[in-house]
């Protein structure tokens, strides 16, 4: 004669662990140890796609909305300078011969790549005598002074690299490896000054 686990438990015994019948059918709403061990490997799994995939989808996102300086952008003020609060549109009359300022494109301040470094090396209103360099140090991607050094140049506060703004952005001191790349640019009939292409070589670090 068969005897199933309730009969056993009313004599007195255990139900033992071959007799999957009682711990499939035991009191109704408890989990069997079965379906407890299905229950916890499905959570288990789930954590951890839900670990490795939340990163994964947020790096995505930022590698999507990044958005690279380019042609057409309009050069605004990066930080409060001449009287001008930042975001206000750069006019090209307002740097002097010998001076400087930095710049993002407009909307595109998120960056830090983007920012620019504006410099007027000789007399003019316009276009003329005015150069626009990464304000990015290519030795290990520091941001350069806004202000020129007492001798002209561009120089960075990390480890003393300089760069003439004179000649392409040329390093002229310190351990850089190569020029700031230089950026190409337009003065409007507003006199507003625009990025007429991207930047000519890799921004920073090569």
């Not at 983007?114 to 316009?126: K, M």
């Not at 276009?127 to 020129?148: D, F, P, Q, R």
């Not at 930047?199 to 670090?205: L, Q, T, W």
Request: charged share 15%.
């Amino acid at each position: 004669m068969t005897i199933t686990g309730d009969q056993r438990q009313l004599q007195g015994g255990a139900p033992t662990h071959d007799d999957d019948d009682y711990y499939e059918q035991d009191n109704f709403g408890r989990f069997s140890r079965r379906n407890m061990l299905r229950w916890l490997i499905g959570l288990s799994t789930g954590a951890f796609a839900l670990a490795f995939g939340v990163p994964t989808f947020a790096i995505k996102s930022l590698q999507l909305t990044v958005q690279e300086i380019g042609a057409g952008d309009q050069l605004v003020y990066a930080t409060a300078a001449s009287g001008a609060a930042a975001g206000d549109p750069i006019q090209a009359s307002a740097i002097q011969v010998g001076s400087a300022v930095q710049a993002f494109p407009k909307g595109k301040a998120d960056n830090q790549q983007n920012l620019v470094e504006i410099v007027r090396t000789a007399p003019g209103s316009g276009k003329e005598g005015l150069v626009a360099y990464s304000a990015i140090c290519t030795h290990l991607g520091c941001v350069v002074y806004a202000n020129l050094t007492n001798e002209g140049r561009i120089g960075c506060p990390c480890h003393a690299s300089q760069f003439d703004p004179a000649n392409d952005a040329a390093v002229v001191g310190g351990p850089a490896p190569r020029p700031l790349p230089s950026l190409p640019i337009e003065v409007a009939a507003d006199g507003t000054i625009t990025a007429a292409g991207p930047f000519d070589g890799k921004v920073g670090v090569a």
